[in-house]
Structure formats: structure tokens, C-alpha cells
């Protein structure tokens, strides 16, 4: 099926740094979503965003809807080693539809 | 808080069993989602379920089926298992209104011998 482009597709970063990602797509969505999912778990949604220009907060994760529509920011501050994980996006369409296409995922490992 | 729950989380089957994999959600939702998941493909769609009884195929729905009796579970059947379909796969549900917002279960990990 279909996927997002998702950069970048891992990085190591250092306790306390800054994380930012993001997803781009060639089509405009209507939804965007951000999930986490440790290793041999299920994704757990972080952050929903529904309109252009959002910018929505969860702790330290802040997370962006692009004004153009066709991409999203996660952002992570201070990261801490509990962070690790795979985050990845997620679009719809069209409000109501049932596909989502799904980004390609952001391996993240955090250095104590 | 939504909870979505799956009736196993490792499962070893032989190739050509018939394999069950169950999934309920508690908050009523009338939308629900099994994928399944494979390194460097991603998350792909088997069947979609957009009410009690209703189902529609995703991208990959061959060799799979789905049943959904009643509005707070949603089965997924492989009628005959074979190691291709060896996959780690999640059930999803979602309440239909203005904040489409989808929530995955914790995942079966389906091993097929």
C-alpha cells in the first residue's frame, strides 16, 4: 500500500537533545496523526491534529499540521531514555473515509 | 480511555490450521481495523469494518476473512494458514465523528510453522 515519507528514518541522539521528524506527502490530508509504538507492542497515538496550522502540545511532544497540508512535525523535547521507540504518522483524506496511509517510521535510540 | 484489547499477544500455529484472532473495543466505536504488520513494509490494511455486520476489504484481504457479530468485536480468519502469513497483527477502532481518530490494540504475533 501506500506510505509517507517519513525523515528521518532513525537517529541517535544524546539524553536532553531535541528530536524533530516529520512526514511529507504528495496528496493533501485532512487528518494527521502521531504514534509510538515500542518493540512487539501496538502503536500508541500521541498526538491528533485537524486542521492546517495546528500546533498541538502532550508533554514534551509537540506536533505541527503543515499549512500546506501535505506535511507534519513531531517535535521532542528533552528527550529522555524511555523516548526510545518508533514513531511514525499517519494521514486521512477525507473526514469519515476509512483509509489512512501510514509514514515509514522514525527509529529513535536515545544515549544515557 | 480507550481500550482496545487483542485475545493473544504470541500465537504458533501449523501451516494450514485455521487461526481466530479476536479483538474487542469498549468505547462503542463503530469503526473497526485489522492490519497486519512486516518490516520494511509497514502497516497494511486486511479488512475494514464500518458497522455491525458490515466489512469491506483493504489492500491485502486474500486469504483472510473477517466476522463482526457484534459491534464491540471484530474477528479476523485465517481459513488456512501458511507461513506467509507469518506477521505481527493489529486491530484498531475508531469513533466516527469530526475527530477521526484511530487506536490500535497491543498486536498479535502470529507465527506460522
Known amino acids: 500500500g501506500q506510505q509517507l515519507n517519513q525523515s528521518p528514518q532513525s537517529m541517535f541522539i544524546q539524553e536532553g537533545e531535541d528530536v524533530s521528524m516529520n512526514c511529507t506527502s504528495s496528496?493533501?490530508?485532512?487528518?494527521w496523526l502521531w504514534y509510538k509504538q515500542d518493540p512487539g507492542e501496538g502503536p500508541v497515538l500521541l498526538i491528533a491534529?485537524?486542521?492546517?496550522?495546528e500546533l498541538t502540545s502532550n508533554g514534551r511532544l509537540t506536533a505541527q499540521f503543515g499549512i500546506t497540508r501535505k506535511d507534519s512535525f513531531l517535535n521532542i523535547s528533552a528527550s529522555i531514555p524511555s523516548d526510545v521507540g518508533i514513531y511514525f504518522c499517519?494521514?486521512?483524506?477525507?473526514?469519515?473515509?476509512?483509509?489512512?496511509?501510514f509514514g515509514t517510521g522514525t527509529r529513535l535510540k536515545v544515549l544515557a | 480511555d480507550v481500550k482496545v484489547t487483542q485475545s493473544s499477544r504470541y500465537l504458533v500455529k501449523r501451516t494450514g490450521e485455521k487461526v481466530f484472532l479476536e479483538c474487542v473495543q469498549d468505547m462503542d466505536h463503530e469503526n473497526m481495523f485489522w492490519y497486519r504488520q512486516d518490516p520494511g513494509l509497514g502497516l497494511r490494511l486486511i479488512y475494514f469494518s464500518y458497522d455491525v455486520k458490515m466489512k469491506e476489504k483493504g489492500d491485502i484481504p486474500e486469504g483472510y476473512s473477517v466476522s463482526r457479530e457484534k459491534k464491540e468485536r471484530f474477528s479476523l480468519i485465517l481459513e488456512s494458514a501458511s507461513t506467509n502469513q507469518t506477521s505481527m497483527y493489529l486491530c484498531a477502532s475508531r469513533y466516527q465523528g469530526w475527530t477521526d481518530t484511530q487506536y490500535f490494540g497491543p498486536g498479535t504475533r502470529l507465527t506460522v510453522l
Open positions: 499517519a494521514g486521512q483524506f477525507l473526514p469519515g473515509t476509512y483509509k489512512y496511509i
Open positions: 496528496s493533501i490530508f485532512n487528518t
Open positions: 491534529l485537524y486542521k492546517a496550522g
